[in-house]
């Protein structure tokens, strides 16, 4: 790989995951200059370009090309690790727990929003009946979903022994077809498992409930697990329509569509309001996204 001056973050304003990396820059008081920014448009499928997929395989944001490191990294877990390691300032307090159990409590908390019970995909793609079908459809992320399809049976055809390819046009191809041609009885089994979906998803946030030592996610101090909860807790709000940053409730309400005695507890608003006094929040979260 060629050498690079700085790290190159390959990023995307409509990406949460993204938002995982932007918030280290901030809490470790890296200055604008630092970092490149490269945007990568999701809605124009950009992240499946062959030139892209060398650096991120996955064909997913984000990605970063980074000094000392061989090869790029291909997930926000090592990017977010990477920047908080190379630091350019010591002064800044390192987002990496020294105490073990903080640590380990700190890591499971990552994996947990980012398993897929957790997806917030979702919120955004999935419906458990036909008026949030009905929905779906006349949103934008329904042209989200044919744009890929279009770019990826482009692709499948261009590049017929590329390993992504078939996979991902199969995959995203699954989940299309329901929004563009879907018989009833694959609408209602697209609805079922939706459902199902939700009940794994309300599961897994009271998990991260009664998981959440205060004031922060994992105690006294703010650490990377932190940094991964709150852009996938933001775009869970913003799937659901809200952009207030301070509004849990329309999530709230959301997920009661599924599970009426659901709340989001105590610890999680908690959690949330501290984080949100934060100027990494407020530079990163004008609104929820
Ligand atoms: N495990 C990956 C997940 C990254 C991910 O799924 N990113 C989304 C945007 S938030 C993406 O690029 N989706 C595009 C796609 O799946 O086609 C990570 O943490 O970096």
């Given at each position: 790989?060629?050498?690079t001056q700085k790290p190159i973050l390959y990023s995307s304003v409509v990406s949460?995951w993204a938002n995982v990396p932007h918030l280290g820059l901030v809490?470790l008081?890296y200055g604008k200059d630092e970092v490149e920014i490269r945007e990568i448009d999701l809605?124009?499928?950009e992240n499946?370009?062959?030139?892209y997929?060398?650096i991120n395989?996955?064909?997913t944001v984000p990605a970063m090309i980074a000094p000392?490191?061989?090869?790029p990294l291909?997930?926000t877990?090592?990017i977010l690790?990477y920047l908080?390691?190379a630091?350019s300032?010591?002064?800044?307090?390192?987002?990496?727990?020294?105490?073990?159990?903080?640590?380990?409590?700190?890591?499971?908390?990552?994996?947990?929003?980012?398993?897929?019970?957790?997806?917030?995909?979702?919120?955004?793609?999935?419906?458990?009946?036909?008026?949030?079908?009905?929905?779906?459809?006349?949103?934008?992320?329904?042209?989200?979903?044919?744009?890929?399809?279009?770019?990826?049976?482009?692709?499948?055809?261009?590049?017929?022994?590329?390993?992504?390819?078939?996979?991902?046009?199969?995959?995203?191809?699954?989940?299309?077809?329901?929004?563009?041609?879907?018989?009833?009885?694959?609408?209602?089994?697209?609805?079922?498992?939706?459902?199902?979906?939700?009940?794994?998803?309300?599961?897994?946030?009271?998990?991260?409930?009664?998981?959440?030592?205060?004031?922060?996610?994992?105690?006294?101090?703010?650490?990377?697990?932190?940094?991964?909860?709150?852009p996938?807790?933001?775009?869970?709000?913003?799937?659901?329509?809200?952009?207030?940053?301070?509004?849990?409730?329309?999530?709230?309400?959301?997920?009661?569509?599924?599970?009426?005695?659901?709340?989001?507890?105590?610890?999680?608003?908690?959690?949330?309001?501290?984080?949100?006094?934060?100027?990494s929040?407020?530079q990163v979260?004008?609104?929820?996204h």
């Amino acid at each position: 790989m060629a050498a690079t001056q700085k790290p190159i973050l390959y990023s995307s304003v409509v990406s949460q995951w993204a938002n995982v990396p932007h918030l280290g820059l901030v809490e470790l008081g890296y200055g604008k200059d630092e970092v490149e920014i490269r945007e990568i448009d999701l809605f124009k499928a950009e992240n499946f370009d062959p030139e892209y997929l060398k650096i991120n395989p996955n064909g997913t944001v984000p990605a970063m090309i980074a000094p000392s490191q061989s090869t790029p990294l291909a997930d926000t877990r090592p990017i977010l690790q990477y920047l908080d390691q190379a630091r350019s300032s010591k002064d800044v307090p390192t987002l990496t727990p020294s105490d073990a159990q903080v640590k380990a409590l700190a890591d499971s908390l990552i994996e947990l929003v980012h398993s897929g019970d957790l997806n917030t995909d979702l919120i955004l793609l999935q419906a458990r009946n036909k008026e949030e079908l009905e929905n779906k459809k006349k949103s934008p992320f329904a042209t989200f979903l044919s744009s890929r399809q279009q770019a990826l049976e482009a692709y499948r055809t261009a590049y017929p022994d590329h390993p992504f390819y078939g996979p991902k046009a199969e995959a995203n191809g699954s989940i299309h077809h329901v929004y563009a041609t879907g018989t009833n009885p694959e609408q209602e089994a697209f609805f079922e498992s939706t459902q199902a979906a939700y009940r794994r998803f309300i599961a897994g946030m009271e998990t991260l409930e009664s998981s959440l030592r205060l004031p922060y996610a994992a105690g006294d101090n703010v650490t990377l697990a932190d940094l991964h909860i709150v852009p996938w807790l933001s775009h869970a709000q913003w799937g659901v329509g809200t952009t207030d940053t301070t509004d849990l409730d329309t999530l709230e309400a959301h997920l009661q569509k599924t599970a009426p005695d659901f709340r989001i507890g105590p610890n999680t608003r908690e959690w949330w309001r501290n984080f949100g006094k934060r100027d990494s929040f407020k530079q990163v979260f004008p609104t929820v996204h």
